[in-house]
């Protein structure tokens, strides 16, 4: 089916009072001190309880840990070794 979007897609049957929306909104719900925290209504899922599955692999030969920025990067990113530890390039500049 094809659609125009050049057509005009309001009507005046969509026009509506704001008198008519207002009535539609619910009342505000009464303040409970326990929904202060949950002002929305909304109930985070309980993921404590979860099992996570991850795979740690130890560092590898061609790998260091840049004692600046304490990321692993590769020896190619090696700009100075030291007795600090070993610095990547962009540490370094």
Do not use: H, W
């Amino acid at each position: 089916m094809a659609t125009d979007y050049d057509a005009q897609r309001k009507t005046d049957d969509d026009t509506e009072s704001i008198d008519a929306i207002k009535e539609r909104i619910p009342s505000k719900p009464s303040n409970n001190e326990d929904d202060v925290d949950n002002a929305d209504g909304f109930l985070a899922p309980d993921v404590v309880n979860e099992e996570l599955d991850v795979v740690i692999l130890p560092l590898q030969e061609n790998e260091f840990t840049c004692m600046n920025c304490f990321l692993v990067k590769p020896l190619n990113q090696l700009a100075t070794k030291s007795k600090a530890g070993k610095i990547c390039t962009e540490c370094a500049s």
